[in-house]
């Protein structure tokens, strides 16, 4: 894993920072009512993002990673999910905006990547045809110009033969290059914020590496924003400047990306970083941090970590099951935990 | 495919061999005698082995042949598919009388239960769970199980009987260009149409809102969604043409069933297409007829199967040949 320090000023996830943010977030909410009862799916999301910067959001499965960018890109909108909260997007709150005009800014002003490039791409479109129907929608221009467009653009996202590859369907496409045509389609109409799930997750190892690699690229070129949702923090640590750790549907932590690796001040995370495999330990040995998520129907009335928690007796009193703790941001590291910084150090040190 | 006709046109024979009909006997009528019976057999071809009475019959498709006891042969000229043994009547020219009438009725209702099914089916993907959808649901459950008899006698009932909306069912009208015009063709065919739509758009609608439903789960309807496409675009563009297939399998099926001859309805409505002809040729051992329409209705299914598979590749490139 590389890590590069990090030259440019950070915008920090602090709550208190101004609504000038690019993207300012406030108390995003999720909530789906099923048969079941009302699945809390994200609860109280805070954080901002400036032009250039790339956010980094880690969490397991179901801890409502994928539900936030989806709320964010108005995906949501016209579902029975209900979301609450604010999302200050130049100027424009992305919650209440209503679809037709959050249909404006979706392609063109956001653009979005998905996990699995197979099942995303339209299996009865050639890949051009895709990018193209993306260019002019937000574009007037004629169908040769499109073309154009898209041919130029999947030259730029590192496709040979753009021009022959263009009337070609997604099956004929290797997993790389469809990820490859999905960022080009994402990308052809310049949007300032790009929103990444979990692009890397259905390749392998050495096409992710490259893939990771356009993207930064890209974002240098347009000076976009990236929010890039992730379960890998190798992935996080080669491209994040700041990262938000979600648990449950909350952030557990957040900050700069070397202070979480480093200065890491939230045993969830502490967990996450110690069941990463390392190439020096023990191949057998890996560290999962033991039980299960909490189930989102009925979130526990104190920490959403703590029946998991190695370290909640340490508080004492039980507090960690009785009281959820408020998110605290020290200097730009914010941290939900009740444990105190010198007993997270401790903690720390000890492992 | 030519296999396959072979296929049935081989065990359609043989059933008809093996059945206890006995033509010449039928053929010769009321005053009868041993004698008579052994020159009807003669002249019906029904007195040589079953193998040479099939390849005669086979040539026939292909070629004119002479037909009739030796000395008394008369041409069947091609297409031969033999004689009737009731009118003596060329089985061709039957067939080519009857088909007018089953195309009439197949197309307008074909063209009804698509629209109505894949619309509805749509509309109650499109708003699954709200009470829109719960109505289509249930009105598809209730049209799938109304039997045509039902339907068919209640629609003739109420518009041609009591409303006098509608004229009963004519022979005269089998062609929306014949001198009557088109509107007296769909007049007289509309209520067939919605009969044969009733039961069948019911079905439609069911498949047409299961697989939509699931197409719009799909991850590449996010994409589209995600592009900024317009609604429209999203639905039809990137939904329908992609959980529209199974619906075209179904409409391929059901046409070829279709031209083989609706009999219920035809016999409801009185409408002397091939199902009509068919079962009045089983009933009186007419063998020639009932297979020459068996075979045709046979011919028809596989041939939908052929341009099913033509319109997949249409519709889906990943079934193209290279």
Redesign the interface.
Known sequence: MTHTPLTQPLSRPAPDHGASAFLDVRNLSVKFPTDDGLVSAVNGMDFTLERGQTLGIVGESGSGKSVTSQALMGLLKGTSAQVTGRAMFQGKDLVTLPESAMRQLRGRNIGMIFQDPLSALHPFYTVGHQIAEAYLVHNKASKKQARTAAVDMLGRVGIPSPEQRFDEYPHHFSGGMRQRAMIAMALICEPELLIADEPTTALDVTVQAQILDLMSELQEETNSALILITHDLGVVAEVCDDVLVMYGGQCVESGPVDEIFYDTRHPYTLGLLNSMPTLNGSASQLNPIPGQPPSLLDLPQGCIFSARCQYAELVGDGVCAKQRPELTVDDGHGKRCHLSGPQIITIRNSR | MVLLLAAVSFITFTLFQLGPSDPAAAACGQECTPERVAEARVALGMDQPFFVQYIDYMRGLFSPRMIGAPGAQTLCEWPCLGKSFQTNESVADIIARSLPYTFSMAIGALILWTITGVGLGLLAALRKGSPVDKFIVGAASVGVSLPIPVTGLFLLLLFVNQLHLLPFTTNEINSPFGPQGPGAWVANYLLPWIALAVLFSASYIRVTRTNMIETFG???I?????????PRTVTFK?GV??GITPVVTMLGMDIGLLLGGAVLTEQIFSVPGLGFTAVHAAISGDLPVTMAITMLAAFFVIVANVVVDLAYAA????VRLQ
């Open positions: 799909e991850d590449f996010r994409t589209a969604r995600a592009k900024g496409l317009a990137h043409r992609a519709i889906d490139p990943r």
